[in-house]
């Protein structure tokens, strides 16, 4: 039997297919980091997806899980920072590298920790549970009181909740099958319905400003596949004036001669970087061509390795 500790989460499939299905829990697809919580005994940890200690970025939820959870237990949820009534992984930006609790503190920015399943508790694993049953145990193990919020979920009606989710501006929503255990990697018992397209890629460079613009222009971005580094094209929206004097610091501090991708890139005034940054990028589609169209700058990802960025194609 595992203890509490770091678990590899399970990682929800895109798909195009909407169904509604009384096999099937919806929940509302959040705009935030994924975070693994973990107590045995002494004080909770906070575990990002690729297992780095969150602690110091969010020490509200480390206190709250203290307070409101047992003495041994491992959960599964997502850290939210909130634009209105939107989550936004923009918003949480300041906070995500933070490793001092005062200056996350000092942020301003308030979080949530949404918990949405249990692997652990007392002295029981739980993971081979069905996933109604989890959830059961969840709510019954946590008091919920802000900043935890417990993940509610619909049954059944999948299609009705997906269209009402889209009208609220929200992400999307998550399908998961209800009587599946919980097994760590890519799952097709998780299913993302996308409202908008959006995903993360590696940065592979980027170009000169032009005008009154600092820092750089645009990131030139890429993607995993069979090993090599594909060209997807260049995000230059979504920069404040702060964002592009610190990440053109941080990228030239990775500059390098040659160009990472394996496509040819024609960009004018591009300069290259070791592919070692990750950033969440929104846009509306891909194009024909495979580059994407409309892409807007989210903010860097601390949670995901670069070579873990493939192309997300929805499954059937």
């Given amino acids: 039997m595992t203890g509490p500790g770091w678990r590899e989460p399970v990682l929800a499939t895109l798909?195009?297919?909407?169904?509604?299905?009384?096999g099937w829990v919806f929940e509302r697809k959040l705009d935030g980091v994924r975070a693994i919580s973990s107590r045995d005994g002494g004080l909770p940890v906070l575990w990002s997806r690729n297992k780095k200690v969150m602690d110091g970025a969010y020490p509200e939820i480390v206190e709250?899980?203290?307070?409101?959870?047992?003495?041994?237990?491992?959960a599964d949820g997502e850290i939210v920072a909130f634009d209105g009534r939107q989550t936004s992984f923009a918003k949480l930006q300041p906070r995500i590298h933070l490793t001092d609790p005062e200056r996350a503190a000092a942020t301003g920015i308030k979080v949530y920790y949404y918990l949405f399943d249990l692997l652990y508790f007392d002295k029981y694993d739980t993971?081979?549970?069905p996933l109604r049953q989890r959830?059961?145990?969840?709510?019954?193990?946590f008091d919920f009181e802000d900043p935890l919020r417990y993940a509610s979920h619909r049954n059944a009606d999948g299609e009705k909740f997906?269209?009402?989710?889209?009208?609220?501006?929200?992400?999307?929503?998550?399908?998961?099958r209800a009587d599946s255990p919980y097994r760590p990697g890519r799952s097709p018992d998780w299913l993302k319905f996308k409202c908008s397209s959006g995903q993360e890629f590696v940065l592979g460079g980027f170009t000169d400003p032009q005008?009154?613009?600092?820092?750089?222009?645009?990131?030139?971005l890429g993607y995993y596949?069979?090993?090599a580094l594909r060209y997807a094209g260049k995000v230059g929206t979504g920069f404040d004036d702060?964002?592009?004097r610190s990440l053109h610091a941080e990228l030239e501090g990775l500059e390098q001669t040659g160009s990472p991708f394996a496509d040819p890139v024609r960009e004018k005034g591009a300069h290259w970087v070791r592919p070692e940054l990750v950033a969440q990028i929104e846009f509306a589609e891909w194009t024909p061509e495979g580059k994407l169209r409309h892409p807007r700058y989210l903010g860097l990802r601390a949670d995901k390795k670069p070579a873990d960025v493939v192309r997300e194609r929805p499954g059937r």
């Fill in 15 to 22: 798909t195009d297919r909407r169904f509604s299905s009384a």
């Fill in 64 to 74: 709250a899980l203290a307070a409101q959870g047992g003495p041994r237990f491992v």
């Fill in 127 to 129: 993971t081979s549970l």
């Fill in 135 to 141: 959830k059961a145990l969840l709510k019954d193990a």
């Fill in 162 to 176: 997906f269209a009402e989710a889209c009208g609220k501006g929200w992400e999307g929503v998550i399908a998961k």
């Fill in 211 to 220: 005008g009154a613009r600092r820092g750089f222009g645009a990131l030139l």
């Fill in 225 to 227: 596949q069979d090993g």
């Fill in 242 to 244: 702060r964002t592009l």
